[in-house]
Nanobody, 122 residues
Framework: QVQLVESGGGLVQAGGSLRLSCAASGSIFKIDDMAWYRQAPGKQRELVAAITSGDSTNYADSVKGRFTISRDNAKGAVYLQMNSLKPEDTAVYYC????????????????WGQGTQVTVSP
């Protein structure tokens, strides 16, 4: 089994910063693409940022220049540094990754974390 566990959410004032972390655990052979999504109340889940195994990144237009995604392959972790936060960034943030698990056969899992709440006050 593969699990993703997020941490780092919380309450912050507008203009502040937060850093989200997500670590994969289990019988992991390799992790391909990793990403952060968010879902605000009454809205659909949306892609915030993604990073490939080769460190290519892409961002939602709404967070470009403010958020930075990075990863540590040795730790099986992905991070989201969020600066200049705005009230509209308030949402539950989810980690997502394509993880190959090891065993008799390699299996590909599209894994999700449990989510971490980010609240930005005006």
């Amino acid at each position: 089994q593969v699990q993703l566990v997020e941490s780092g959410g919380g309450l912050v004032q507008a203009g502040g910063s937060l850093r989200l972390s997500c670590a994969a655990s289990g019988s992991i052979f390799k992790i391909d693409d990793m990403a952060w999504y968010r879902q605000a109340p009454g809205k659909q889940r949306e892609l915030v940022a993604a990073i490939t195994s080769g460190d290519s990144t892409n961002y939602a237009d709404s967070v470009k220049g403010r958020f930075t995604i990075s990863r540590d392959n040795a730790k099986g972790a992905v991070y989201l540094q969020m600066n200049s936060l705005k009230p509209e960034d308030t949402a539950v943030y989810y980690c997502n990754a394509d993880v190959w698990s090891s065993g008799l056969l390699l299996r590909l899992h599209n894994a999700w974390g449990q989510g971490t709440q980010v609240t930005v006050s005006p």
